[in-house]
C-alpha cells in the first residue's frame, strides 16, 4: 500500500488509468491486465434497465474475481451524462442483488447483498471525465431503501479534498492483508464511504445552514437530557456551574443553546485545525486549537 497524492489523484480520470492506481498504489491483485482482459462486459439491457435509462449508459463491465470467494462485486460503469445518475445506478443495483443473468458463465450468474457491491462510476463533460466510488447500505431512516454514499475526485477539486480522497483509498481500499476474512474486509472497504451524494458543503452559506441545523438537533436532545436527570445528573451539575460562573439567571432552554452552539462551532474549529483526522467524542478536547483554552476545557467537560 503507497499513499496516493492530490496530484496522482487528479489525473485518474478513466478506468484505465483506474486501474493503474488499484495495481499500483492499493496492491489490488491484477498482475498488469489490461481493462479488457480483467472485466466481463454487461448490456444495459440485461439488467432490466428502461430505454431512456439505457441511453443514460455508456457501457457496464464486472471486474473479475480477484480472490477465492470475494465476498464483493466490483462493477465499472461509465454515464453518458456529466453527472451519475442515481436513478440508473438505483436500478443497476436492483438488477445485480435480485435477479440472476439466465445463461451466463457460473461467474457471472451470481447475485451479491446490496452491501457487497461497489460501483467505479465515469461520468462528465468530454475533456472534464471524473470517478467516484458507490456503495449503497441499508438505512433505517428510509425504511431500508439503498442509502447511496460516494468517495469521488476530480481535477478541478481542491487539493485538500483530493488528499483527503487519497488518504481514503489507500487506508481503506487496499486489498485486505487476509482476503479469507470476509467480514474483516466487508468491515474495511465499506467504511470508506461516509458521504452522500452532493453531501459536501461548498459555500459559506450551505455550512452556516448545516451548522444551524446540527445546533437546533444538539439543542433539542441537551433539553431532553435536562428534563430527565435529577439535580446530581451531569447536565444539571454543569448548568449550576454555568449559573455560579457566568450567567445567574440562565434557564434551561438558555444553557441548551450555548451547550449546543459550543459542542456545534468547537466541532468545527477541531475540523479546521485537523483536516484529514478523525473526530471522535474521545479526542475532540485535544483537537480543539491550544489557542482556545475556554473552548478546549469546556469540551472536557462535555
Excluded at 438537533?217 to 457566568?246: C, H, V, W, Y
Aim: a negative charge; proline letters at 4%; aromatic letters at 8%.
Amino acid at each position: 500500500m503507497t499513499d496516493i497524492t492530490a496530484a496522482e489523484l487528479a489525473r485518474v480520470n478513466s478506468f484505465p488509468k483506474l486501474i493503474e492506481i488499484l495495481e499500483d498504489k492499493l496492491d489490488w491483485p491484477i498482475y498488469g491486465y489490461d481493462l479488457e482482459d480483467l472485466v466481463f462486459e454487461y448490456e444495459a439491457s440485461e439488467l432490466g434497465l428502461k430505454p431512456e435509462e439505457t441511453a443514460k449508459i455508456r457501457e457496464i463491465h464486472q471486474l473479475r474475481p480477484l480472490a477465492t470467494n470475494q465476498p464483493w462485486g466490483i462493477f465499472f460503469v461509465s454515464f453518458e451524462e456529466k453527472s451519475i445518475s442515481v436513478t440508473v445506478l438505483r436500478r443497476i443495483l436492483r438488477g445485480l442483488v435480485v435477479k440472476k443473468r439466465a445463461g451466463a458463465q457460473a461467474a457471472e450468474r451470481q447475485a451479491w447483498d446490496k452491501n457487497d457491491l461497489i460501483f467505479a462510476a465515469n461520468f462528465g463533460k468530454s475533456g472534464e471525465r471524473e470517478l467516484a466510488f458507490v456503495h449503497f447500505s441499508d438505512g433505517l431512516a428510509t425504511n431500508d431503501l439503498p442509502v447511496m454514499k460516494v468517495l469521488g475526485w476530480n481535477a478541478r477539486d481542491t487539493k485538500l479534498h483530493n488528499d483527503h480522497v487519497g488518504k481514503t483509498l489507500a487506508q481503506k481500499l487496499h486489498w485486505p492483508d487476509d482476503p479469507s476474512d470476509q467480514k474483516a474486509w466487508r468491515e474495511q472497504w465499506s467504511s470508506a464511504f461516509e458521504l452522500r451524494l452532493n453531501e459536501t458543503i461548498k459555500t459559506s452559506k450551505d455550512l452556516a445552514i448545516r451548522l444551524a441545523v446540527l445546533a437546533t438537533e444538539i439543542r433539542a436532545r441537551a433539553n431532553q437530557l435536562l428534563e430527565a436527570e435529577s439535580d446530581k445528573g451531569p447536565m444539571r451539575t454543569m448548568l449550576e456551574a454555568f449559573r455560579k460562573n457566568l450567567i445567574q439567571d440562565l434557564d434551561e432552554d438558555g444553557f441548551a443553546d450555548m451547550f449546543a452552539q459550543t459542542i456545534c462551532y468547537g466541532m468545527l474549529a477541531a475540523r479546521i485545525s485537523r483536516p484529514g483526522a478523525l473526530l471522535v467524542a474521545d479526542n475532540m478536547a485535544d483537537m480543539v486549537p491550544k489557542t482556545n483554552p475556554f473552548l478546549k476545557e469546556l469540551f472536557e467537560s462535555f
